[in-house]
């Protein structure tokens, strides 16, 4: 069996077509888009039709839609921005935010420059909306409500319009890492009641590096990044010209495909939730997966044995690539903080399974017989 990927919430492979647009602007046309000369404005034009691309497919306005590096430095940027250019005084957020969100919201308290609260969970792992609501009554100053659409880990799903309209009813700022929704879920940004939101091209086969900030044309804030007037004064640095050709790219075919792909890579998901019930006893699923959430993510709690505490190196050795909860964790040991906050069971070893268009049947049959051997 060749390598069989599974690990698609981490990374996507790159599309071919994604490449072959980004190709002219990795060879000949390589002018710096700051230059006033031909090349430079044919670089400049490149990078602003990536814009309007991506804000139609949005359904935002072009002037609303900056390229970063990449979810983490925008969603740094919007939380950032929140505290020290919208006056917020109080972040209210969860327990299971990416380690962007969480970091970026422990420093600013850990410098004394905002309140923190962290808003319950059900025991599905969604968000506790009644909660989120006393926060907001009970908050004395401007909170900054920042809330992931899609968890990286469980692929829980967040009511953005709910979460949007609470923030406005109480005068709250709304930030949202969409980082797992933008490209394999159509957003209507004209219509959701959100101040920021963020994407990675490389989550939706497109390339690395490169990432969306949405701020609401509403929003007034300041650079985060200094030395220069690019993305309109808002990121200084010389463009990511290929980066972006890509990610406009992507997220175009993303959305072309939506509901072809979303159908069988849904399939696909709830294939191996029916062969896991069927070949291994205690097998439970955290979060809702048969719910609110994602269809391209599953994570999967197994019972703990001698064999299955080492599942992941053993997936790897039979050519399978998984993920022990979030990527972005996994050089260190002590777990993911997702599983913990929502089912912190000793007796089970978790493994999460992201899928996409390229997976097949066969593959998920071959993972779950491996699975069924290694426990």
Request: proline share 3%.
């Amino acid at each position: 069996m060749n390598r069989i990927y599974l690990d698609n919430a981490a990374t996507t492979s790159l599309d071919a077509d994604v490449l072959e647009a980004m190709m002219p602007y990795l060879t000949e046309k390589f002018g710096n888009p700051s230059s006033i000369y031909s090349y430079g404005r044919e670089s400049r034009l490149a990078i602003e039709t990536a814009r309007k691309t991506t804000a139609k497919l949005l359904n935002a306005h072009p002037a609303e839609i900056f390229f970063t590096s990449g979810g983490t430095e925008s969603s740094n940027t919007a939380i950032t921005a929140s505290i020290h250019d919208l006056h917020c005084t109080h972040i209210i957020s969860s327990r299971i935010e990416h380690h962007a969100t969480l970091h970026t919201i422990e420093n600013l308290y850990h410098r004394g420059e905002a309140a923190l609260s962290y808003v319950n969970l059900l025991p599905d792992g969604h968000i506790d909306l009644e909660d989120l609501e006393r926060l907001l009554t009970e908050s004395p100053d401007k909170s900054l409500v920042t809330l992931m659409h899609a968890n990286n880990e469980t692929g829980n799903m967040l009511d953005l319009h709910a979460v949007g309209n609470l923030c406005k009813l109480y005068g709250a700022v709304f930030h949202s890492d969409t980082v797992q929704t933008v490209g394999h879920f159509p957003l209507d940004l004209r219509n959701t009641p959100v101040h920021f939101v963020t994407g990675a091209g490389h989550k939706f086969h497109g390339p690395k590096g490169v990432g969306l900030l949405y701020i609401n044309e509403n929003v007034k804030i300041k650079p985060y990044i200094h030395g220069g007037s690019q993305e309109r004064n808002m990121r200084a640095g010389t463009e990511n010209l290929y980066g972006i050709v890509g990610f406009a790219k992507a997220l175009e075919i993303g959305m072309i495909n939506y509901e072809k792909d979303s159908v069988y890579i849904k399939e696909l998901k709830m294939y191996m939730i029916g062969e896991l019930k069927k070949q291994i006893k205690r097998v439970a699923f955290n979060g809702d997966p048969n719910g609110k959430s994602l269809y391209a993510v599953l994570s999967v709690s197994l019972p703990k044995t001698e064999k299955s505490e080492m599942i992941l190196f053993n997936l790897d050795i039979n050519n399978i690539c998984a993920s022990g909860g979030s990527a972005c964790t996994s050089g260190a040991d002590q777990g993911s903080h997702v599983i913990r906050a929502i089912n912190n069971n000793p007796n089970q070893v978790t493994v999460r399974f992201s899928f996409s268009k390229h997976n097949k049947k066969e593959e998920i049959d071959y993972v779950v017989g491996k699975l069924t051997e290694l426990i």
